[in-house]
């Protein structure tokens, strides 16, 4: 599955962001849907997940509360909403597919990242 990540940018401290991630290739519903996110000087963590059908969601202890994952399977669009957004929440973001919700967050998950897209809170 080929993903492009894009909406980062820039915002203050408290404010909401809202990122997309558009799909080609293989069949969207058949994949759980998650995103990633690296901040700078530090590894590349999960951050959120979504079940195929959408009806299950997985967060990452710190976002919990704060990020929502959505997607929509007729656009072929998976969607990171952040509120809240702290100076820590800076990072290039990514987007990954998965069969599994296991498989993505394994320590062994591997993918084809390309460029995310870049947040920055400003304090």
């Known amino acids: 599955v080929q993903l492009q990540a894009s909406g980062g940018g820039m915002v203050q401290a408290g404010g909401s962001q809202r990122l997309s991630c558009a799909t080609s290739?293989?069949?969207?519903?058949?994949?759980?849907m998650g995103w990633f996110r690296q901040a700078p000087g530090k590894e590349r963590a999960f951050a959120a997940g979504?079940?195929?059908?959408?009806?299950?969601?997985y967060y990452e202890d710190s976002v919990k509360g704060r990020f929502t994952i959505s997607r929509d399977n007729a656009k072929n669009t998976v969607y990171l909403l952040m509120n809240s957004l702290k100076p820590e929440d800076t990072a290039v973001y990514y987007c990954?597919?998965?069969?599994?919700?296991?498989?993505?967050?394994?320590?062994?998950?591997?993918?084809?990242w390309g460029q995310g897209t870049l947040v920055t809170v400003s304090s």
């Open positions: 990954a597919a998965a069969r599994s919700i296991a498989t993505m967050r394994g320590s062994g998950f591997s993918y084809s």
């Open positions: 290739g293989r069949t969207f519903s058949d994949y759980v």
């Open positions: 979504i079940s195929w059908s959408g009806s299950n969601t």
